[in-house]
């Protein structure tokens, strides 16, 4: 299928664990970006990407470190896992910068 | 169940009727703008979009409209279906080429 696809759709975890959430698209596109979306469906960009070179830095904490090996993959590192990170995560791409597709979403809940 | 998104503004309308989602963007130099319908538990889907040098565009059962002057935005679903129940996010994109998502409304169709 065509799509952005993101791994793993639900992550548990204690609070201080680190973990990772991928995403891939094989759409084409040359933009990828991560979006924080809040109990309240806030969504806030948080990074983006273009062929593989951070665009955008929110003023995200650097326990957030986004890792681009290639145009079609974006993944999101996280450390030292915080209560206030539990939100659902969204990975998004573009291929001109208007029309973004967004993947399915990685829930994160931190215990 | 989910809780999250309770406080959202809620619009209900009745299936067969048309619907209106207003938003206000903030941003006098934003560009291009974008409606996104988010169902639960999946991340937000392309509805349309508009660029700032057009009024008015429609798609098939949409037309989203924007106004300049007051720097309004509104979606306009026409026979409202079921499906259609969902989340709608307008996002506007300004001079940092990122998109700022409004709040979201929730759209409730009754049979």
């Known amino acids: 299928d065509t799509a952005v696809s993101q791994t793993p759709k639900y992550l548990v975890t204690q609070m201080g664990n680190d973990k990772s959430i991928k995403c891939e698209q094989n759409l084409g596109h040359d933009t990828m970006y991560w979006y924080k979306q809040d109990s309240k469906k806030f969504l806030k960009i948080m990074f983006s990407?273009?062929?593989?070179?951070?665009?955008i830095n929110e003023t995200v904490p650097n326990r957030f470190s986004p890792k681009s090996p290639d145009k079609a993959h974006l993944n999101l590192h996280i450390n030292s896992l915080e209560l206030g990170d539990s939100a659902v995560y969204f990975c998004a791409s573009s291929p001109t910068g208007d029309t973004q597709y967004f993947g399915p979403g990685t829930r994160l809940t931190v215990l | 169940g989910e809780s999250v998104g309770l406080h959202l503004p809620t619009l209900s309308v009745q299936e067969g009727d048309n619907s209106i989602i207003n938003c206000a963007y903030s941003?006098?130099?934003?560009?291009?703008f974008i409606w996104y319908k988010q169902e639960s538990g999946k991340g937000p889907q392309f509805i349309i979009d508009?660029?700032?040098?057009?009024d008015k565009r429609q798609g098939q059962r949409v037309t989203v409209l924007l106004n300049k002057t007051v720097k309004h935005l509104s979606l306009q679903i026409a026979a409202t279906q079921p499906g259609d129940s969902a989340v709608y996010f307008c996002a506007e994109r300004g001079q940092t080429d990122k998109l700022i998502f409004g709040t979201g409304t929730r759209l409730q169709v009754f049979p």
């Open positions: 990407y273009n062929n593989k070179e951070l665009i």
């Open positions: 941003n006098s130099a934003s560009d291009y």
């Open positions: 508009i660029r700032s040098n057009m």
